[in-house]
């Protein structure tokens, strides 16, 4: 959590900024103001950032961009930074690319959004966005995982599998042993993809539900409490309760609220809210704080 402010940062919330760490990929969704300072103090470097993800071109959301992107080229990041973002808003985004002079060394590949489905595929699963309901045009983003399988050591060693056998069957789906063949599917058990989803400014509305269906782990705003309710709608934007019943409802794991207002002073009013509507993991994101994907759910092995 690199910064959990709405529109106004605070003395403990910096703008938003939020970097997924995915295996070899470094997801950095809505570098606001003094990111590139957050990822310093998160001991992150912004070589681990493998892609820029933006939602829209509210300042809270995009204003760390110049910043992000010239340290790209400072620090000779020699990998490409593909950058996806609402396609109405590529002239801002293109204002923000070259919003100063600087030796410009940073690959920075522009793919813009403009209809829902995916945006990038990768060892990594599939990056997808969708539509959200907002005052300006803004998206949300979900990563989803392909399902595999993985060993059970146990069944293993009941077929007597073990050493370079294990990785002969890995490639190929099947090995010798013990004088018959033995399948793939005899020694594993099921692996699903696990899901991340990302949804900030939004109204409620079917893509915050598409989005957030089965995630492991769901980042979502909650700029209001229920009492300013109407603020809410009239903003385009969510309450604590509102995040927390989506949750609910889409079998979320583990929920993370965060792009609070800054009328609120008091944060676990937030959490009491939302553990009114949703009896699972609730975290209220905190500047420079680690939140992991739940662990895998194992399926349980009979015999």
């Given at each position: ?14 703008h ?32 681990s ?11 809270d ?78 998206i ?16 293993l ?42 949804v ?23 700029t ?26 889409c ?37 420079l ?15």
């Open positions: 959590m690199l910064g959990t402010a709405a529109q106004v940062p605070t003395r403990r919330r910096n938003n900024g939020y970097l997924l760490r995915w295996d070899g990929e470094g997801l950095l969704f809505d570098p606001g103001e003094g990111t590139q300072r957050q990822l310093l103090l998160a001991g992150a470097p912004v070589s950032v493998t892609r820029l993800c933006l939602t829209h071109f509210h300042g959301h995009c204003l760390g961009v110049p910043g992000i992107v010239q340290r790209l080229s400072l620090d000779g990041v020699a990998h490409p930074v593909p950058a996806y973002f609402p396609a109405s808003g590529h002239e801002f985004f293109a204002r923000l690319r070259h919003a100063c002079i600087f030796h410009d060394l940073a690959d920075v590949p522009e793919e813009p959004v403009a209809a829902d489905g995916w945006v990038a595929t990768g060892e990594f699963g599939v990056l997808e966005a969708r539509a959200l309901d907002h005052s300006v045009d803004a949300g983003y979900r990563l989803l995982e392909p399902d595999g399988r993985r060993f059970v050591p146990k069944l060693a009941r077929h007597g599998i073990a050493g370079l056998a294990v990785g002969e069957l890995q490639r190929t789906g099947r090995v010798e042993s013990r004088g018959r063949t033995v399948e793939l599917s005899e020694v594993s058990e099921p692996r699903h993809g696990q899901r991340f989803a990302f900030m400014d939004t109204r409620l509305c079917d893509a915050v539900y598409a989005l957030a269906e089965g995630a492991d782990l769901l980042v979502i705003e909650a209001f409490l229920d009492e300013d309710a109407d603020l809410a709608t009239r903003y385009g934007h969510l309450t604590a309760r509102q995040a927390a019943r989506v949750a609910a409802e079998g979320v794991r583990r929920l993370v609220l965060t792009h609070f207002s800054q009328r609120y002073t008091d944060s676990r009013r937030f959490f009491d809210e939302a553990a009114e509507a949703f009896a699972g993991d609730i975290v209220i994101a905190e500047d704080a680690r939140i992991p994907v739940p662990r895998r759910m194992s399926p349980r092995i009979v015999g």
